[in-house]
């Protein structure tokens, strides 16, 4: 049995009531309210308000906020924070993120529960540092080097970056891996009303310590979710934490074939085999669609206008929302793939990051139309529209 | 024992410019707040350089307020690279001049200033481990490094220089903290621990006095590394029209201040005629100081006054012909 322990949220770190929020003031609270009491960051535009929040609202929940010298030492400090025994996230966008990229896959490989947040702004490089984009979604899912899966969740609203930023530090110490929390500059800078429940309403996992006792526990032996249990150090456990290829132990196996690929092939199994308690999405109007419009993030927002312009002719559109967005619900996109004429992937990226893994799904059942935007702006919902209008075709 | 010489008449000089050059490299137009003491220091500096500068700038308020498209203020060539590699970009810029030079495709007799241009959160914190490097490898170039004690460009957060006791979005002060808590990083000292040929810390509240280091630096062989304190009103929260007086009180309280470090020779370049000023008199002009205690004011005073002992132990210590001998000169003059 997988050791999974679900409780409540800390009351101390919740604020319970409505609120006006932004996504980026939501997703610091969420993380709160997740129980995060550890963040490492490095101010970067558009993403800086979810750390000042943190470093003003800390003090009073008890947890610490350091501000790190760059963002490759902070994606590391959350992780040092992780293995004493924190719940901890880091914050950053663009730049930031490709900063961070060699200690996601350390993360990877040492199964460290934490939380990437990634206020999506657009690149290459600088780019547009107060602008929105989605192009870091293929970044998020292989962007460090080497073999491995993640999660990656995207949230439409500031109401959904309290909510899904739970679930992403949820998943995060379910599966034992790194969360990347894709929010855009729209979503982190939109401002709307928020909800926080109260504490015993917010379901949040504990970590999953082991039951084992020191001598029998093996800190990479996998439960029968594939998924290792933990501990933390000054429990009394012999832990071995290395970004080598280690075995069961943790030892270092740097030149065993065999040991490398039974990891390496756990830490994507671990996702692939439990997406489907992974997945999340959200539908409208798919049953008996014509064409069903999939997207994420501020792109699904925008094309509830498209889809709406296109229902008032008469054309029946569905709407995929992907909330989780790596690993992606393949039979169910299968599944409207075998009824529709076509289906609308709009994204703010040009090379269709998400479109074309849809495409791979879909293997042929029907079109898939990317509607690509490059970023520093949002679709105009007729680009969508039109697209929708020519997938009929 | 030899006597430091300290032209004091000179340094009041400093306080007008009437005799600076003429020519603006920086130009008017820029997108900088009013009382911005860092666009000063970069007219200033420039205007040392002149014309055959190549300016290597690092993402910053600078950056963004210099070159909004599809304008920009810089009258010399200028490349903006991103947060943490200016120094290295500078490097690559100086070392390629350098083999143009020896392979005649430049003319060798031809000066050419690389200066390297960063703020404090892209020297002190992100990009130093790329200035170590440039000023290990003593490139020739001139880094100098616009602090404004926080990350100004993304709205105030704390930088490793923002000045202790300050309160940033990130140091916020209030019930469970002082603000910034820690002591303000000292690049200039780190810079010069790499023996570089020149060291120095100036304000644009002197301008001679910085205009002249950064002509020094730039006639030196070898790497050079230029702090200078430039206040930031909107980020300090003191009257945009009190940014010069806020950096000459920074040096006459001694939190900043300004000294030269040549060839291992330290040498202040300005001491108060009647002593230091008390701390109180600088913190009172910022807001980012306003909710300190008298006590933790103390506790900070004390600190910038045993700094400033140690500063002149330096220079006592530097400024004798035993240590020439028994230093500097093995030190710098022998090549190997």
């Known amino acids: 049995m997988a050791n999974i322990k679900w409780t409540t949220a800390d009351p101390k770190g919740v604020l319970t009531g409505a609120h006006y929020l932004d996504g980026n003031h939501a997703a610091c609270e969420g993380a709160l309210a997740a129980g995060c009491r550890f963040a490492a960051g490095y101010p970067i535009t558009p993403s800086t308000e979810v750390v000042e929040r943190f470093a003003s609202r800390i003090p009073e929940v008890g947890g610490v906020f350091i501000q790190m010298e760059d963002e490759i030492a902070s994606s590391i400090a959350l992780q040092g924070a992780v293995w004493a025994g924190l719940k901890a996230m880091t914050v950053t966008s663009g730049p930031g993120f490709s900063l961070m990229m060699e200690h996601i896959g350390l993360a990877a490989m040492t199964e460290t529960p934490c939380v990437f947040v990634n206020v999506q702004r657009g690149g290459p490089s600088t780019g547009t540092p107060t602008l929105p984009a989605q192009a870091d979604m293929m970044q998020a899912r292989w962007g460090s080097h080497g073999d491995y899966e993640i999660i990656a969740v995207s949230p439409s609203s500031p109401q959904e970056c309290f909510d899904f930023i739970i679930d992403a530090f949820n998943l995060a110490e379910i599966y034992r891996v790194p969360v990347m929390f894709m929010m855009d500059e729209c979503v982190g800078h939109m401002t709307e009303k928020v909800i926080i429940p109260e504490p015993e309403k917010i379901k949040v996992v504990e970590r999953r310590w082991t039951d084992k006792k020191p001598g029998e526990y093996l800190p990479f032996e996998p439960d029968d979710d594939l998924v290792p249990n933990m501990v933390k150090a000054g429990d009394g456990y012999r832990i071995h934490v290395t970004g080598l290829t280690h075995d069961e132990r943790g030892y270092p196996a740097a030149t065993d074939v065999t040991v490398h690929n039974k990891l390496v092939r756990r830490l994507c199994d671990k996702i692939y085999k439990n997406a489907h308690k992974i997945w999340k999405w959200e539908e409208m109007d798919t049953d008996g669609a014509e064409i069903v419009v999939m997207s994420y993030g501020i792109s699904a927002r925008v094309a509830l206008r498209g889809i709406e312009m296109a229902r008032e002719r008469g054309v029946k559109v569905g709407l995929l929302r992907l909330i989780v967005v790596w690993p992606l619900p393949e039979p169910r996109i299968r599944e409207i793939a075998d009824k529709v004429k076509a289906i609308v992937v709009p994204e703010l990226n040009v090379r269709a990051q998400v479109a074309r893994e849809i495409e791979r799904v879909v293997a042929g059942r029907c079109p898939v139309i990317p509607v690509g935007h490059a970023g520093a702006g949002v679709h105009d919902p007729n680009d969508i529209y039109n697209a929708i209008m020519e997938a009929l075709k | ?51 055959n500068t190549i300016v290597v700038n690092a993402t910053g308020c600078m950056e963004i307020i210099s070159s909004p498209f599809p304008y920009t203020s810089w009258g010399v060539p200028w490349i903006h690279v991103a947060f943490e590699n200016v120094a290295a970009v500078a490097s690559g810029v100086e070392a390629a001049i350098k083999v143009l030079k020896r392979k005649g495709r430049l003319d060798p007799n031809k000066r050419i200033n690389i200066i390297g241009l960063a703020g404090d959160g892209g020297t002190a914190d992100i990009g130093l481990q790329a200035l170590s490097g440039m000023l290990a490898r003593n490139h020739n170039v001139t880094y100098i490094c616009y602090d404004n004690e926080a990350y100004m460009n993304t709205g105030v957060q704390g930088s490793s220089a923002t000045f202790t006791g300050a309160s940033t979005t990130t140091t916020p002060a209030g019930r469970y903290s002082i603000g910034q808590g820690y002591w303000k990083k000292n690049v200039a000292e780190i810079a010069a621990s790499h023996y570089v040929p020149y060291v120095a810390t100036a304000c644009p509240s002197y301008p001679l006095d910085l205009m002249n280091k950064v002509r020094k630096s730039l006639e030196i062989e070898g790497a050079a590394y230029i702090h200078v304190f430039a206040p930031c009103p909107t980020g300090w929260g003191c009257p945009s029209s009190m940014a010069i007086e806020v950096g000459r009180l920074a040096v006459e309280t001694g939190v900043y201040p300004l000294y030269e470090v040549e060839r291992g020779v330290w040498k202040i370049s300005y001491i108060p005629p009647k002593g230091l000023k008390p701390i109180e008199e600088y913190f009172k002009t910022q807001r980012r100081f306003k909710h300190l205690k008298k006590e933790v004011v103390e506790k900070i005073q004390e600190k910038v006054r045993a700094h400033w002992e140690r500063l002149l132990m330096l220079e006592k210590m530097t400024n004798t012909e035993e240590f020439k001998e028994k230093f500097v000169r093995p030190f710098y003059e022998v090549q190997i």
């Open chain 2, 1 to 51: 024992m030899s006597e430091v010489v300290r032209d004091l008449k000179a340094f009041a000089k400093a306080l007008v410019y009437k005799n600076a050059p003429k020519e603006e490299y920086f130009k008017r137009g820029h997108r900088a707040c009013q009382g911005c003491a860092p666009a000063l220091a970069i007219r200033y500096i420039l205007k040392a350089a002149g014309p």
